[in-house]
């Protein structure tokens, strides 16, 4: 794909970028194995060398210069130090769901938040039931926030057939979940808090929002700004991780402008005829500002985050000792009961219970994103707490009150993947009709086609009133373009239902030829010929210069004079213009893009990933319908 704003990864011989969205997910599912299996040592560890374990992760480590810096054991620094970077990565994302994803309809937030809270308010609430009366029972903070990284591994393990709804549904939730997690950090579980560190750290943020508001954009100012407020917090003993996630919530997301891709291109030329210092900043320069600065930090910190910072901390707080002993005495404990039954039963009760209720007080018109079997999935999956649990477990307990709970952290870890999986499973064991229903739901979707087909306007392959339709922004010099030119056809052959729209964006700056390429297209159509011009341009796409196009009308039996004629006539450039503003309104950079039913398709688009979106399309449609 050319002048994409998002990261590459070829995924196959027709492969596109991914989404932020689609790259923050993968990675964070990647991760979870990464995760289990340094949980796993960490266990292992304890139990053989108990005395290393405990050793090792209690030496300290100053950091500073002079008398002036912060001495904090290992631990300390992997819970308060590097777990602020996973929280500033949560809040990059929450971010970007409000400025490009499904919450920037705000009305979008109000299902999944009420889920969220509830989904914490419920399992609190099961353990205070379960530790009532006990002086265990100021622990509750450790049942109630769900992993992250965890539920969507669970969710890529056992939601195979789960619909791409449910992972963004899941994700809102467990943002939510996190951000409430750390004011129950900061308000039930920091020690007595010293004023006039905390009046720092509010007045260093308050800087912050100053020259984020006068448009500073240099990184390393707004680092030093977190730094200085990370080491306030810390003074003041407020549990410093909040830092990150207000730095995240701050940074803007927004898609790459062709203007600003156009100018980036026009800046590498001049380097390209001069390659001197001065020019190869400005280059840099310019490809920097073309992506926000949400995205150029979450390529940045978000790999480190999910395979080194979280399995670092499950390393540091996962080791428990596994005795008969320590096992019976834990599951007679209310601690790891109370946080077993939160979290297996209080949360699925709590998501699924505040969704209902939400649909059925608004009359039906707030309405979750998938279907009501898959938000029961999503509850199981939810119930996968460790990070934040394990983080709030080790500020409230200690001793062996500390190891009931994170063997109730662990143990429900296990029995929310078994959940999940039977949920799941009999989730997509229903009929055909029952299924689509139970995952797809009837909610509307957002739509990114921002200009709808016509079909008395728009070039139309197949039926002209089919249920799916497939827009193409395309350009014909554009290599991706024809690599993805017999995916379509395939995918057209495959299903009947289908049709395809082609809409012109000719990357002018990159491809010389690209625009007299469209004006060829359309000077075909006027005289009905429209797709057989269209199929030898991308079949030729090395030859596109008027001897070519010339040679090319007569192939398909065309008044090459009038052909000519019509090349330039202001009906055919206009028409390509109209193309060229859609896909700006559209905010799109770059080609091919795709979009089936009005929304935009991220990923891959062999016939594989294509195929399974018309699907799903269709099923939707079908439901609507119905």
Not at 22 to 42: K, Q
Not at 208 to 228: E, F, N, Q, T
Not at 251 to 270: C, I, K, M, S, V
Not at 392 to 413: N, P, V
């Amino acid at each position: 794909m050319d002048r994409s704003p998002g990261p590459y990864t070829v995924q196959s011989q027709y492969s596109a970028p991914r989404s932020p969205l689609w790259d923050f997910l993968r990675t964070e599912s990647g991760s979870a194995a990464i995760l289990a299996a340094a949980a796993l040592f960490a266990i292992v560890w304890a139990n053989v060398a108990a005395h290393t374990y405990t050793a090792f992760w209690e030496m300290h480590l100053y950091v500073g210069v002079g008398v002036h810096g912060v001495s904090l054991s290992l631990h300390e620094w992997v819970n308060s130090g590097l777990m602020t970077l996973f929280f500033f990565i949560v809040g990059l994302e929450a971010r970007r769901e409000f400025d490009m994803g499904e919450l920037r309809d705000r009305r979008r937030l109000v299902l999944p938040l009420a889920a969220g809270v509830s989904g914490m308010l419920v399992p609190v609430a099961v353990y205070l039931a379960v530790n009532a009366g006990q002086p265990s029972v100021h622990g509750w903070g450790a049942a109630m926030s769900t992993d992250t990284a965890l539920a969507l591994g669970v969710l890529a393990v056992v939601g195979g057939r789960m619909p791409g709804g449910l992972r963004v549904f899941l994700l809102t939730i467990t943002v939510v979940d996190d951000f409430v997690a750390l004011g129950v950090i900061t308000v039930a579980y920091s020690e007595r808090v010293v004023v006039p560190a905390l009046l720092v750290a509010l007045g260093v943020l308050g800087v912050v929002l100053l020259i984020r508001r006068l448009g500073v954009r240099r990184g390393a100012v707004y680092a030093l700004l977190a730094l200085v407020t990370w080491v306030a917090l810390l003074e003041s003993r407020v549990d410093p991780v909040v830092v990150g996630l207000a730095m995240g919530l701050l940074t803007y997301a927004y898609p790459a402008a062709r203007a600003d891709l156009e100018h980036a291109t026009g800046l590498f030329r001049l380097f390209r005829e001069q390659p001197t210092p001065e020019l190869e900043r400005s280059v840099r320069v310019g490809i920097v500002s073309a992506i926000s600065p949400n995205d150029r930090l979450q390529g940045l910190f978000h790999p480190w985050t999910s395979y080194v910072i979280v399995p670092l901390f499950a390393l540091a707080n996962a080791g428990i000792p596994l005795s008969a002993g320590e096992l019976w005495r834990a599951f007679t404990s209310p601690v790891t009961l109370g946080i077993l039954v939160a979290f297996v039963v209080g949360k699925p009760l709590g998501i699924v219970g505040a969704s209902a209720l939400t649909y059925a007080s608004s009359r039906g018109r707030i309405r979750p994103p998938v279907g009501w079997g898959a938000v029961t999935a999503g509850g199981a999956i939810a119930g996968t707490g460790f990070t934040v649990s394990l983080l709030i477990a080790t500020l409230a307990f200690d001793g062996e009150l500390l190891q009931d709970a994170k063997i109730g952290i662990l143990s429900a870890l296990v029995c929310s993947l078994l959940t999940s999986r039977l949920v799941t499973g009999l989730v997509t064991a229903l009929p055909r009709g029952l299924r689509q229903r139970a995952l797809l739901g009837d909610a509307k979707t957002i739509v990114d086609l921002a200009v709808p087909v016509d079909p008395d306007k728009d070039r139309v392959r197949g039926p002209r009133h089919a249920p799916v339709t497939i827009v193409e922004y395309g350009d014909y010099e554009c290599p991706y373009c024809g690599l993805a030119e017999p995916v379509v056809r395939e995918l057209l052959g495959g299903f009947g239902d289908v049709r395809y729209v082609w809409r012109h964006l000719p990357l002018t700056d990159i491809h010389l030829h690209a625009q007299l390429a469209a004006q060829g297209a359309e000077s075909a159509g006027a005289q009905g010929r429209y797709w057989d011009m269209h199929d030898l341009l991308l079949s030729h796409q090395g030859a596109l210069r008027l001897d070519h196009l010339r040679g090319y009308a007569g192939d398909i039996g065309l008044d090459v004079e009038h052909f000519e004629r019509d090349l330039r006539h202001p009906r055919v450039l206009a028409r390509i213009a109209e193309d060229v503003e859609s896909a700006d309104l559209s905010q799109v950079a770059g080609t091919p893009t795709f979009f089936v039913n009005g929304r935009r398709h991220h990923g891959a688009y062999d016939i594989a990933s294509l195929s399974a979106a018309v699907r799903a399309a269709r099923d939707r449609a079908a439901l609507v319908a119905r």
